[in-house]
């Protein structure tokens, strides 16, 4: 499948979706980087804009598939948010990672690369997750807009 056949079938090009998936990378170094405290006005900010930017654009353009599209801003939002975790990993991060129990044992390269690879991953499923949530918000959203706008 072409890339011009996915953004015809989604009704907004996916390069779009990935610009404003990256409206979310600036809460993310910020709080790798302990720019900002947890809570604060600046983080509220960093935290939300980027979702209500989201959900107002696809809504607006009246885009084909709003859960999906929104959906999509989630995953690419995840995997930015997973690569600029890697890439600030010993800045975010005061002491080297430990396992404990059985594990323990394990080298430190073996416990930072299965770190990592959890961390990648679980990046990926919070931007999917943030996906999905804001997918619903935007199709209720669209949905009630719809309804509006018909009678």
Excluded: C
């Excluded at 993310?28 to 600046?42: A, N, P, R, T």
């Excluded at 935290?47 to 809504?59: K, L, N």
């Excluded at 002491?95 to 044992?105: D, E, K, R």
């Excluded at 804001?134 to 018909?150: E, M, P, W, Y």
Aim: charged residues 10%.
């Amino acid at each position: 499948m072409s890339i011009q056949k996915i953004n015809d079938y989604l009704g907004v090009p996916v390069i779009t979706l990935i610009l404003l998936s990256l409206l979310g990378v600036p809460r993310v170094i910020g709080h790798d980087l302990s720019l900002f405290k947890e809570g604060s006005l600046v983080n509220s900010v960093l935290v939300f804009a980027p979702i209500i930017i989201w959900i107002i654009y696809i809504v607006l353009k009246n885009v084909r598939k709003t859960f999906l599209s929104l959906l999509l801003i989630g995953f690419f939002y995840g995997i930015f948010l997973a690569i600029v975790h890697q890439i600030l990993w010993h800045t975010a991060l005061d002491a080297p990672i430990q396992f404990g129990g059985s594990l323990s044992n394990l080298p430190q390269i073996a416990v930072n690369s299965i770190a990592r690879i959890f961390a990648f991953f679980s990046s990926v499923t919070t931007g999917i997750v943030i996906g999905a949530i804001t997918g619903a918000s935007g199709s209720l959203v669209n949905f009630i807009r719809k309804s509006i706008t018909s009678k």
